[in-house]
């Protein structure tokens, strides 16, 4: 959406959310030392464009290739960045002794749907190009993300079931409460969409700076995984807080990837708001927090 097809209310709207978001990394905690970090420039089909990201390489045994996790972050699909999820990066990359790339995708409604998914794709592609050369094992990639960034995941692993052709593959996805339905008419939705996070407007705002036309998109599952076939795809760990509106839609989804024979951990996490684990280390939610970090762990160690 070009910002002259904006209105006003609707920029200053944005631009109130990604000032209140980075505003919120103190409340993050302290930024745990991991092993090494790479700032690395992703390069795009259009030459004058690249992809931002920091590699975050946990401490560990460098001697052995590790699991790789590419994180998307979250933020309603218009506000996060690198640093808003910085801390989160590096507790995921200490937990499981992993490589972890994070990765500035473009945002809306600058950059409509499907713009930040293409760059979550090249991301994925240049993990699975040049990530050896790091210390990464090229067969244990997997895809993360927390809110927006969870639906970006399940969107993608979905897109590279379908395409055929395509040299990346994922060998796990880790879904932290994503919304994945095109609709908010959930119970969930109905009983805590008026008082927490993401609200009901919240959500609908959103929605609107992310799609152009959502009668068009309603039905992709690349912008709503819910909507998709889920048959063949990788294992997948759900997470959610029981005062999350979006907890319903998570239930759903994974129950339709039982139904498809999908290897699925799926937890509800009691009295804990959306975007908990982002800030696990917050004490309203370390307990929760840490619970989820380890459930996370002992997820992929069985994926082993």
């Not at 713009?115 to 090229?138: R, S």
Request: aromatic share 10%.
């Amino acid at each position: 959406m070009e910002k002259n097809k904006m209105s006003v209310t609707d920029r200053q709207i944005v631009e109130t959310m990604r000032k209140d978001y980075r505003n919120m990394i103190p409340l993050a905690g302290i930024k745990d030392e991991v092993a090494h970090i790479h700032e690395i420039n992703i390069p795009t089909e259009d030459p004058n464009r690249i992809i931002g990201s920091k590699l975050f390489i946990g401490l560990g045994n460098e001697d052995e290739k590790r699991p790789v996790i590419l994180f998307i972050h979250g933020g309603g699909f218009v506000s996060g960045d690198l640093d808003t999820h910085e801390v989160l990066s590096r507790g995921l990359a200490n937990h499981n002794q992993a490589l972890v790339l994070s990765i500035d995708y473009r945002l809306a409604p600058e950059h409509q749907f499907p713009a930040g998914f293409d760059d979550c794709y090249t991301a994925l592609l240049w993990i699975k190009e040049h990530i050896g050369g790091y210390g990464g094992d090229v067969d244990k990639i997997l895809v993360a993300g927390d809110s927006a960034g969870a639906t970006l995941s399940a969107s993608l692993v979905q897109y590279l079931r379908d395409k055929k052709e395509s040299k990346a593959t994922v060998w796990a996805q880790l879904l932290f409460y994503p919304s994945l339905s095109p609709y908010m008419n959930t119970e969930s939705f109905k009983v805590l969409g008026d008082k927490y996070f993401p609200t009901l407007d919240v959500a609908k705002f959103v929605r609107k700076m992310y799609i152009e036309n959502f009668e068009k998109e309603a039905t992709n599952p690349y912008a709503f995984p819910l909507v998709g076939a889920v048959d063949n795809l990788p294992p997948a760990l759900i997470v959610v807080g029981s005062l999350d509106p979006l907890k319903d839609e998570c239930r759903d989804y994974a129950d339709k990837l039982k139904e498809a024979q999908v290897p699925v951990f799926f937890k509800e996490y009691t009295g804990v708001e959306h975007g908990f684990i982002q800030f696990f280390k917050q004490d309203v939610n370390s307990q929760q927090g840490a619970e989820a970090m380890k459930d996370i762990s002992d997820f992929i160690q069985k994926l082993t």
